[in-house]
């Protein structure tokens, strides 16, 4: 039986010079043994994908590169040996493609840097790096999945019922961030820039938003809302900007998950940090068995993600344009 011939597809790709995405027709393979070729429907921007896409990533990335570790789609062919999915089943990409469980092994082998990701028509990965998606999600929401959302799970991890959570801003982990913090029992504050993102935020369930204009020194005045007892857990994205006032809010004893380092700053204080008794976690988004755990919770909890804006496949630069702006609330989407 001669061999499965690849497949053309079409892609966006990253430029040497930091110019925006350019589209080309390119070759896919066809799935060997232990793979399988996904039709992406749908996939989802982060953070992360504006340095990679401009030029600016402390990593480099090769010209050429297919961006995005976001997606979702069909299964449209396996190969020889494949037994978790079949032709017809829908998956979600996992972030870290090696890291099934247990710790990390490391950030060498990432979609959008060493790896092409999944801003393309069709890609084929191996059965192990995807997930199933959760049967009531749309294939746009499903590409939500594999960052943020489970980054916002992993950094929740021990939060339950009567704990109060400190969030920063409207984006894709901190929204997720809430959903699952409020479906844990926790009470949330958020701190904001924005009339209308704090409206949407309470709708959402946010217990009270903080207008960081109007109260600059937010880490006080979340203290005076907890009676001076502060937070049992902040997830941190500013990082150096931030922290100091995060470590303001915390409770003694609280934790801080640091999830990102989207602000300038000194940074913090390691004296009142240790006077604070404070735990600091990394997150490193999570493994494949946190993200079927996570998406197993979703379905049972029939959870709908957040998502601000949809743009076609063919406006995809146009898509990170609008995420750079940093209006969203949720999550920005690409549709295949």
């Not at 793979?35 to 749908?42: C, D, G, K, P, W």
Request: proline letters at 6%.
């Amino acid at each position: 039986m001669p061999p499965p011939r690849a497949l053309r597809t079409h892609a966006f790709e990253v430029q040497d010079d930091g110019a925006p995405l350019v589209a080309r027709e390119r070759e896919v393979a066809a799935p060997a043994a232990g793979q399988l070729t996904v039709r992406v429907r749908a996939s989802s921007l982060n953070a992360r994908d504006l340095p990679i896409t401009t030029g600016r990533y402390s990593r480099p990335v090769p010209p050429g590169r297919v961006p995005l570790s976001d997606g979702a789609g069909v299964v449209e062919a396996v190969g020889d040996g494949v037994t978790r999915f079949r032709t017809g089943d829908r998956v979600l990409s996992s972030f870290h493609p090696n890291w099934i469980y247990g710790p990390l092994p490391g950030w060498n082998n990432l979609y959008g840097l060493q790896l092409d990701g999944w801003l393309t028509e069709r890609i084929t990965v191996s059965e192990q790096n995807v997930v199933a998606v959760p049967d009531h999600l749309s294939f746009e929401e499903a590409a939500t999945l594999p960052c943020a959302a489970l980054t916002a799970w992993s950094a929740l991890a021990g939060t339950g019922a009567g704990h109060t959570v400190l969030l920063q801003g409207s984006g894709g982990v901190s929204v997720f961030a809430l959903q699952f913090a409020r479906l844990f029992g926790a009470q949330v504050i958020v701190t904001t820039s924005s009339a209308e993102k704090g409206a949407r935020l309470r709708e959402l369930g946010a217990s009270t938003v903080l207008d960081r204009t109007r109260f600059p020194d937010w880490g006080k005045r979340v203290r005076e809302l907890t009676d001076d007892r502060g937070v049992d857990l902040v997830v941190e994205i500013g990082g150096a900007g931030t922290i100091a006032q995060s470590l303001t809010a915390l409770a003694y004893g609280g934790r801080i998950s640091l999830v990102g380092n989207l602000a300038s700053g000194e940074g913090m204080d390691l004296t009142r940090f240790l006077q604070r008794g404070a735990t600091l976690r990394t997150i490193t988004v999570g493994n494949r068995e946190d993200l079927e755990q996570l998406a197993r919770t979703i379905g049972l909890h029939r959870l709908r993600p957040v998502i601000d804006r949809v743009f076609p496949f063919e406006q995809a630069p146009l898509a990170l344009e609008y995420f750079a702006r940093r209006s969203r609330v949720g999550k920005v989407v690409i549709s295949h």
